[in-house]
């Protein structure tokens, strides 16, 4: 009896150690699959941005703009920041920045 006491208990550290094995892969699988899922998904939706993942980097797709339709939209911001910008010592011989009108070209404006 001494003798099948030890088989047995020779077999138990090995059935836990396979035990131990078969979790660990099992939760391996589990999130090597959601891992999988969620790049899947992330590629997805950047393929709809135009970003596509490729072995070299990352590309990005640029969407065709005529020439006449980017020169308006640069005009645009250039205009639009000229006109919210303000330049506290600029004088010009041309305009008054402030707004108002150089009806007294020559003279001197005095501060009180």
Do not use: C
Request: net charge positive; aromatic share 8%; no cysteine.
């Amino acid at each position: 009896m001494a003798r099948s006491k030890s088989k047995g208990s020779n077999l138990l550290p090995l059935i836990l150690l396979l035990l131990f094995v078969a979790v660990l892969a099992v939760i391996g699988y589990v999130v090597y699959t959601i891992v999988q899922d969620v790049s899947k998904n992330t590629r997805a939706k950047m393929e709809r941005k135009h970003i596509a993942f490729t072995k070299d980097g990352m590309k990005v797709q640029v969407r065709e703009m005529q020439d006449e339709q980017y020169k308006d939209r640069t005009q645009s911001v250039l205009v639009n920041m000229w006109n919210h910008t303000k330049f506290p010592a600029y004088k010009s011989r041309l305009w008054d920045m402030s707004g108002e009108k150089e009806a007294n070209q020559g003279v001197e404006k005095r501060k009180p």
